[in-house]
T-cell receptor, first 110, second 110 residues
Framework: DAMVIQNPRYQVTQFGKPVTLSCSQT?????MYWYQQKSSQAPKLLFH???????NEADTPDNFQSRRPNTSFCFLDIRSPGLGDTAMYLC?????????FGPGTRLTVL | GESVGLHLPTLSVQEGDNSIINCAYS??????FIWYKQESGKGPQFIID?????DKRQGQRVTVLLNKTVKHLSLQIAATQPGDSAVYFC?????????FGSGTRLQVQP
């Protein structure tokens, strides 16, 4: 089935140790998004790619970077995770208006 | 600033009853709205959408109502089931990325 896949589903890292989260899609959608969702809060957009065009939200910390090597894959790199970066990270894709979400990666920073 | 917000943080209903979840938006230029369901530990799941040229749209057991005069959106779930227990978000796609409301937790009592 066409879908949005995120790996790993759970990630534990140490304070300051870089971590990479991955997202892949078989929907062939041209737009991919990364959201951060903290406990009991709504998802918050970090950035998105429209094809290869990168769009960063104004309040996304510099600590968060992204790469999209091809249509199917998108990565979220956290260069020096802090305790406050513990959250669920959601990847989504779209072709038009509707966004389809992956299952998320739950990141814990110790 | 522009926002999409929800009236109630938690809604508790009896199994078999109808549920109504409300959402207010402030951007009069918003032209497309989506309701998502998010179960614990999972990504948001698309439920139903509506465009601003409509005032009602029905799906399977769900109905979305849009009142542009008062900038209000609601999600009605008929014959609520235990599997409907989740957090429900409305989202606005007035711009390319989603703006989520804060979410309403629906609890279905047996």
């Amino acid at each position: 089935d066409a879908m949005v896949i995120q790996n790993p589903r759970y990630q534990v890292t140490q304070f300051g140790k870089p971590v990479t989260l991955s997202c892949s899609q078989t929907l062939n959608h041209n737009v991919m998004y990364w959201y951060q969702q903290k406990s009991s809060q709504a998802p918050k957009l970090l950035f998105h790619y429209y094809d290869k065009d990168f769009n960063n939200e104004a309040d996304t910390p510099d600590n968060f970077q992204s790469r999209r090597p091809n249509t199917s894959f998108c990565f979220l790199d956290i260069r020096s995770p802090g305790l406050g970066d513990t959250a669920m990270y959601l990847c989504a894709t779209s072709r038009a208006d509707t966004q389809y979400f992956g299952p998320g990666t739950r990141l814990t920073v110790l | 600033g522009e926002s999409v917000g929800l009236h109630l943080p938690t809604l508790s209903v009896q199994e078999g009853d109808n549920s109504i979840i409300n959402c207010a938006y402030s951007n009069s230029a918003s032209d497309y709205f989506i309701w998502y369901k998010q179960e614990s530990g999972k990504g948001p799941q698309f439920i139903i959408d509506i465009r601003s040229n409509m005032d009602k749209r029905q799906g399977q057991r769900v109905t979305v109502l849009l009142n542009k005069t008062v900038k209000h959106l609601s999600l009605q779930i008929a014959a609520t089931q235990p599997g409907d227990s989740a957090v429900y978000f409305c989202a606005d796609t007035g711009r390319r990325a989603l703006t989520f409301g804060s979410g309403t937790r629906l609890q279905v009592q047996p």
